[in-house]
C-alpha cells in the first residue's frame, strides 16, 4: 500500500510540474462559495463567540502544562525507524483512555472532571489538577457547540426542503399562466435556467464523487528525494516530515506574496487567493481529465493506519457528541527550523504536513482551539505587530488537483470543527505563523482496543484459563484446547507490546507530573508474568509423550507461532530502547528497558529462555 502511495504522490507532481493549484483565502472572491460547496462540513468560532472566562482558564492552563514540562516531543516509528516529532504534546482524556498513533500509544492524563474527584483520584498537584480541569470545561463546551450546530443545520435544511417545496409550488402555477406567453415570444428561458442548474449540479456532484474516492491511505506532500519522511493519515502527527536536512525543498515553491494576517473580519486571507486562482484556472482545468488516478480509495491502506492491533469493526459516530481526548500541541517556529514550503498550491511554510486525523470514530467531529502567545509568559498575539504572520489551516479535497483548496487564518482564540466527512475525505495542514502556538484537539477516538477498562478484561479472559492450588501455590491450566490457547497467547502478546512496551518505552514519562497511570501498568505487569508462567504449562503440555500425536502437532504449531512473533517483537522494542536518538533523551525522559524481560529475573517462577524455548519447540515439530 505505501508503494503504492508513494506511485501517485510521484505522477501527480510530476503531473503538476511548476504549477500550482489555486487555493483561496477570506478576501478572495468566491470564497465562500468554494467554502460552501466542497467544504461545508468546516464550521469556524471567531474568538468572541467563546465566553472570555473560559478563553482566560484554558489559555492559563495550556501555560500551566507548558511551564511544567508536560508537554514533550513522542518517539514515533516511521518506516521501521525512529522519528521525533517536532511539536511538542501532551494527552488529557477520560480516565483510562489512550490514543495510538504511528506505533505509538499516548496514555491520557484524565481531565479531573467532578466525575473523577468523586472517586478519589489524587494523582498530580493542585496547579496540574486545575489545568486539567479547565481543559475539561473546554472539552465540555465544545461537546454542546458542536451539537448545537448539528440541530441549527437540520433546521436549516429543513427550512430549506420547505422552501423549495413551495417555490416548487408557485413554479408550477406560473408556468402555466406564461406557457403561450413564452412560445409566443419565441424564448426558452426557462430551458436555458434548467441547462445552467443542470451544469451547476453536475459539477457539484462531480466535488462530491471525488471526495468519496479520495485518498485516506496517505498524508504529507513531498517530491520523492526531497522529503525526509512520509507519515500514514495522523491527528497532527505529521509534522515529524516537515524537519529536514535538506535546503533543497525550500527552492521548490515560494510563499505567496500575501503580506500578513489582518483580522477575520476585514482580510483575513490574502489578495493571492484570488491571484493564484485566476492565474492558474487555465493550467488547472487541462489537468481535469487526467485526475481520476489519484482518487483510487486504498481501504488496506486506511485499515493500516489504525491503531489497532487487531482487526475491528468501524464505529460511526451517532447521537450526542462527546469528545473523549484531547491531543495538545505546541508549536514554536523559532524552534523549527528548516520548514517546508506547502508543495502544492504555494501556501506558505507548514509546521504541520497534509494529513487526516487518524484513530477516529468514523463521521465524528474534531474540534481545535488556537492559541497563539509571544513567548511562554503566554503574552497574546492579539494586537501585536502587524507584521507577524498568523497561523492558518489549509484544506483541500484529498488527492484532488481540480478543486481549489481553502486557507482559513487563526487568531489567538479562535476554534474551528471539522465535522461529518471532512476528515476522512479532504486532508488538511498547519501553515505556520510567527509566534509560539497551542493547539487543543479534542476527538471522539476510536478506543475500543484502547483503555485500561478494555486491557484489564483481556487479561481476565487469559488468567481465567489458570488455576492456582490455594494450599500450595501451584499452577495448572483448566482447558487444554488449541483456540483456548491461541486465544491466551494473543493475549498475551497483546498486553506486553500493546500495553507495557508502549507504557515504559514512553508513557511512564509522565508519570513524575500524574500518578493515575502507576497502579494499573503494575497490575498488568503482573497479569502479564502469570502468562508467561502460562506459557510454560502449555509448553510442557505440548511436551508430554503421553499426548496424541496430532493433536500436540497442532498445538506446538500454535505455540511456534506465538514465540515467534514474540521474540520479534522483543528485539524491535530493545532496539528501539536503545536506539542513538533513544539515548539522546534526558534520564526522566528516556526509553526503559524493563529488567524482568530478561531470564534472570528473580520475580519469574521458571527460566524462561525464548530462543530455548523456540528451538525445543521446532525440534519437537521435527521428530513428528
Known sequence: PQASCNLKRYRLLKELGDQKIPFLGPSARGYQQLWDSSYSGLAFRKSCSLPAELHGRVQAALLTLRRKGCLLKDLVRVRDRDVFTAVSRALLGEP?????????RLFAIPWHSEDTEVKGQNCCDADLSAACKALCELNSYFCSDVSQLKEEDRLAQCLKVEAEARLGEEGDTDSKHSEDSKNSEGGDTESRQSEEVDTESKHSEEWDIESKHSEEGCSGSKQEGEWETEFKHSGEEAECSLLTKSKTAAATTSEPSEGKCPSWATKAGSE?????????EKPVAQLKHSRSDHHIQDKEQHEAGQGCSQPCPPQVCTGPVKFNVTLLNYMDPAQMSQLKEEPYYGMGRM????HHDENLITHSPVAVYNFSCHDDKGGSSEGGSGEEACWRIGLKVAWDIHTPGLMLPLGSGDCYYMRDDLNSTHQHCVLAGDTARFSSTHRVAECSRGTLTYIQSRC???LSNLHTDPETGSHS??????????????IHNEVEFEWLRQYWFQGQRYARFCSWWTRPMEQLEKDWKLMETMTMLFLSTVEEDGRAEEGRREMAEILLTALTDRQQQRQTWRDRCHSSLAQTLPPEEAPVDRPFWGVDDPGMPLPFDLADIINRVESLLWRM
Open 477 to 490: 491450566l483448566l482447558a487444554l484446547q488449541s483456540t483456548t490457547l491461541q486465544h491466551v497467547e494473543d
Open 460 to 462: 481476565q479472559e487469559a
Open 96 to 104: 483510562g483512555h489512550t490514543y495510538r498513533y504511528l506505533d505509538t
Open 272 to 280: 493571492t487567493g484570488t491571484e493564484s486562482a485566476e492565474a492558474h
Open 351 to 354: 509546521a504541520v504536513g497534509w
